[in-house]
């Protein structure tokens, strides 16, 4: 009697005949590589940014969490709340969320409080006015 496998000739094991499903693979962008002009790709950019001439590495971190932090202010709060979940459970293949997760634990931590603060920024923002 005849089965439905085939046999692989690297392994000593049948593989089952059908549709074979393979997971994403993900390219790797080089630092220096243009990026589209999204928000993602200026949140990638400061985070990828270089520590400026005679800057220390935690003067450098401070600067590139006050210029993350002005961009999560500039944000919606649909859209704050939306960049908080990917950065707060950040899954496999997305490349700001991997990034951001790099950042020490206090950071990280600042930095997503902000983020799920946005509508009491924007609630004082408009009794303010």
């Known amino acids: 009697m005849m089965t439905t496998a085939t ?7 049948a593989l089952p005949r059908g549709p074979r499903v393979s997971a994403p693979t993900i390219a790797i962008r080089p630092a220096q590589a243009p990026r589209p002009d ?5 949140l990638v950019a400061i985070l990828d940014a270089s520590l400026l001439p005679g800057e220390t590495a935690q003067v450098g971190f401070a600067r590139k ?3 993350l932090g002005g961009m999560f202010a500039a944000l919606s709060i649909l859209d704050a709340r939306a960049l908080h979940a990917r950065l707060a459970n950040p899954k496999h293949g997305d490349e700001l969320a991997n ?3 790099r950042l020490t634990f206090e950071r990280r931590g600042r930095l997503l409080d902000f983020l799920a603060d946005a509508r009491r920024r924007q609630a004082l923002a408009a009794g303010g006015r």
């Open 99 to 101: 990034k951001f997760a």
């Open 38 to 42: 999204t928000v993602d790709a200026h």
């Open 65 to 67: 969490e006050r210029e």
């Open 7 to 13: 046999i692989s000739i690297f392994r000593n094991q």
